[in-house]
């Protein structure tokens, strides 16, 4: 069965901290895809990455990255130089696709991680 | 371009009433889907559409219809509302390009069922 456990339910850092956000999933499949999202205060969501079970490099965007790791089933999200902007709910996310799409199919969430940066 | 928008945003419903959430996206977009979100987790999935008159059932569809005409509108019906589907609902819309695929969310609609 498909499970994605953020054990981080909250982080507090000082501004300029660097943050990681851990997540652990579990599935049975050899294709599946990995996601972070981004759910600020004010409750829009917004996509961060999507990343495929093929592809173990790791991402870099800006202040952003991912470590993913197939060994021990983690796709870790850093925060480097913290910002009061990046204080937000994150939500770590498993699909199991078997259509073309990998939405199309079922995402499991984790629970979220509420990380609170402090000026 | 708009993007993703979602009406209403805000709804109070009694027990057994119907409804539609709407969703539009402006983007030519072939999939959409809908999400709930209760308090203090993540998000399921309902229902998603790969295209026009394509849709299928995600992780939680009971209690929900809904249909893609054209592949701007996705609405989701609530057939007759109960106290357990008080949430907020969130559409999205997604785009591959190559091996990414990138997804965008409406704001959102929070309803209430009494």
């Known amino acids: 069965a498909q499970k994605v456990t953020q054990a981080q339910t909250e982080i507090s850092v000082v501004e300029k901290e660097d943050v990681t956000l851990d997540c652990v999933y579990e599935t049975r499949d050899t294709t599946y895809y990995l996601f972070w999202y981004k759910q600020p205060p004010s409750g829009e969501l917004v996509f961060l990455i999507r990343?495929?079970?093929?592809?173990?490099q790791n991402e870099i965007s800006g202040r952003y990255s991912w470590n993913f790791q197939k060994s021990t089933s983690s796709f870790n999200f850093t925060i480097t130089a913290s910002q009061v902007v990046d204080s937000a709910v994150y939500f770590c996310?498993?699909?199991?696709?078997?259509?073309?799409?990998?939405?199309?199919?079922?995402?499991?969430f984790g629970s979220g991680t509420r990380l609170s940066i402090r000026p | 371009n708009a993007g993703v928008t979602q009406t209403p945003k805000f709804q109070v419903l009694k027990t057994g009433q119907s409804m539609t959430l709407q969703c539009a996206q402006d983007?030519?977009?072939?999939?959409m889907s809908w999400y709930r979100q209760d308090p203090g987790m993540g998000l399921r999935l309902i229902h998603y559409s790969v295209g026009a008159g394509i849709t299928d059932q995600g992780e939680v569809p009971n209690g929900y219809n809904v249909s893609r005409s054209t592949t701007e509108d996705f609405p989701l019906r609530l057939l007759s509302a109960a106290p357990s589907q008080t949430s907020v609902y969130f559409c999205?819309?997604?785009?591959?390009?190559?091996?990414?695929?990138?997804?965008?969310f409406g704001p959102g609609t929070r309803l209430l069922v009494l």
């Open positions: 990343r495929n079970s093929f592809d173990e």
């Open positions: 999205a819309s997604s785009y591959r390009q190559g091996v990414q695929e990138t997804q965008y």
């Open positions: 996310a498993l699909s199991e696709s078997t259509a073309g799409y990998s939405s199309a199919s079922k995402i499991i």
């Open positions: 983007m030519n977009h072939e999939y």
